[in-house]
């Protein structure tokens, strides 16, 4: 079955970077693209970009432009996000999700990971 | 960017009911758009996609219709496992944006 795993959760001050990775089972990994999705607390939902797990390309949110980073490993069937210079606003719990619609599409995102909360505090 | 909204902001309804929630684009996405259900704590599942389309598995209670831009989601039969909130998104245009959510309740 198909599954994503994400790392655990983070706490970081202000002006570091963080690293949350995304590990696919139970499909092939270069098929699909990974969106992902952040929540702060007790907010809506925000797609801060993807990957295509088959080529690599990426599209980022323009707002987090410049500070985040997508990356996958095909070797270990794994997404990467980056986020760098946080900030408290930047507190949320993190998700990655694989796209229905294949390696391509950034469309509709048929499977999440559990999440990661990342907490940013001095 | 294209800005999704959604009305009610919360409902209350009793086990049974009918409900339904709107969705409006700032601007035509076509059949661009997914509805998704949270639970408290839990990620988002994936119940419509294509404006229409029910995800395998999910039950046929769910469904949502619409285009252009104004959408539907209907739940035709509440059920106490249906408390949570529901998200629709559109997949148009870059970047990929979510409505502001739906919760619903149980009266």
């Known amino acids: 079955q198909v599954q994503l795993v994400q790392s655990g959760a983070e706490v970081k001050k202000p002006g570091a970077s963080v690293k949350v990775s995304c590990k696919a089972s139970?499909?092939?990994?270069?098929?699909?693209?990974i969106s992902w999705v952040r929540q702060a607390p007790g907010q809506g939902l925000e797609w801060m970009g993807w990957?295509?797990?088959?080529?690599?390309?990426?599209n980022y949110a323009q707002k987090l432009q410049g500070r985040v980073t997508m990356t996958t490993d095909t070797s270990t069937s794994t997404a990467y996000m980056e986020l760098r210079s946080l900030r408290s606003d930047d507190t949320a719990v993190y998700y990655c999700?694989?796209?229905?619609?294949?390696?391509?599409?950034?469309?509709?995102?048929?499977?999440w990971g559990q999440g990661t909360l990342v907490t940013v505090s001095s | 960017d294209i800005q999704m909204t959604q009305s009610p902001s919360s409902l209350s309804a009793s086990v049974g009911d009918r409900v339904t929630i709107t969705c409006q684009a700032s601007?035509?996405?076509?059949?661009?758009l997914n509805w998704y259900q949270q639970k408290p704590g839990k990620a988002p599942k994936l119940l419509i996609y294509?404006?229409?389309n029910l995800e395998t598995g999910v039950p046929s209670r769910f469904s949502g219709s619409g285009s252009g831009t104004d959408f539907t989601f209907t739940i035709s039969s509440l059920q106490p496992e249906d408390i949570a909130t529901y998200y629709c998104q559109q997949y148009d245009n870059l970047p990929r944006t979510f409505g502001p959510g739906t919760k619903v309740d149980i009266k």
């Open positions: 990957i295509s797990a088959y080529n690599g390309n990426t």
């Open positions: 601007q035509d996405i076509s059949n661009y």
């Open positions: 139970g499909y092939t990994f270069t098929s699909y693209g």
């Open positions: 999700a694989r796209d229905l619609k294949g390696a391509i599409a950034v469309a509709t995102f048929d499977y």
């Open positions: 294509d404006a229409s």
